[in-house]
Antibody, heavy 119, light 110 residues
Framework: QVQLQESGPRLVKPSQTLSLTCTVS??????????WSWIRQSPGKGLEWIGYIYYAGSAYYTPSLRGRLTISVDMSKNQVSLNLRSVTAADTAVYYC???????????WGQGTLVTVSS | QSALTQPPSASGSPGQSVTISCTGT?????????VSWYQQYPGKAPKLMISEVTKRPSGVPDRYSGSKSGNTASLTVSGLQAEDEADYYC??????????FGGGTKLTVL
């Protein structure tokens, strides 16, 4: 059974970098069958796709975050990472990782982790 | 690219059918048969209910169905049950490795 678990700091100061890790079990990132997504949800708001990565390292980002966002993969640890630089309060959200078929169909999700940007 | 457009709310009585729309453009919903629908309960992660416009993953009741016409996709829930009360989100592939979500629809079972 595929399971995903997000981890990382729950509180980040404005202008700093938000870093999260998604640990995948029950599936190998190196199988090449799927993309691995990050999706966020601001409090009381809808879902926002922020990007995904293929095991070979090709990452794709939503245009509004391009320039601040890096998604990477560590196949030795079967983990996907997210780094969002120069954060503001608008980046406060629950961040989910998920397994994507590359066309937006996410069939497995992590439980999500709330990250608050505040001084 | 802009988010897909969904009605903020929908409702129906137990046993009835309700349809939620998801409107995009000719560059996303209208261009690709890659529309997905998700169900989300408060405080929980979303759950995939429909993929590729009409495909139901294993374990999803057949009361849930999807369709598409032009730039608008739809999710229909038939035989409404109390457990169907949740938020529903659509997503669509928009080309160039970009995915868009809709703003979400809160479904209330009266």
């Amino acid at each position: 059974q595929v399971q995903l678990q997000e981890s990382g700091p729950r509180l980040v100061k404005p202008s700093q970098t938000l870093s999260l890790t998604c640990t995948v079990s029950g599936a190998s990132l190196s199988s090449g069958d799927y993309y691995w997504s990050w999706i966020r949800q601001s409090p009381g708001k809808g879902l926002e796709w922020i990007g995904y990565i293929y095991y070979a390292g090709s990452a794709y980002y939503t245009p509004s975050l391009r320039g601040r966002l890096t998604i990477s993969v560590d196949m030795s640890k079967n983990q996907v990472s997210l780094n969002l630089r120069s954060v503001t309060a608008a980046d406060t959200a629950v961040y989910y990782c998920g397994r994507d078929d590359s066309c937006g169909s996410v069939d497995y999700w992590g439980q999500g982790t709330l990250v608050t940007v505040s001084s | 690219q802009s988010a897909l457009t969904q009605p903020p709310s929908a409702s129906g009585s137990p046993g009835q059918s309700v349809t939620i729309s998801c409107t995009g453009t000719s560059s996303d919903v209208g261009a690709y048969n890659y529309v997905s629908w998700y169900q989300q309960y408060p405080g929980k992660a979303p759950k995939l209910m429909i993929s590729e416009v009409t495909k139901r993953p294993s374990g999803v009741p057949d009361r849930y169905s999807g369709s598409k016409s032009g730039n608008t996709a739809s999710l229909t829930v038939s035989g409404l049950q109390a457990e169907d009360e949740a938020d529903y989100y659509c997503s669509s592939y928009a080309g160039s490795n970009i995915v868009l979500f809709g703003g979400g629809t809160k479904l209330t079972v009266l």
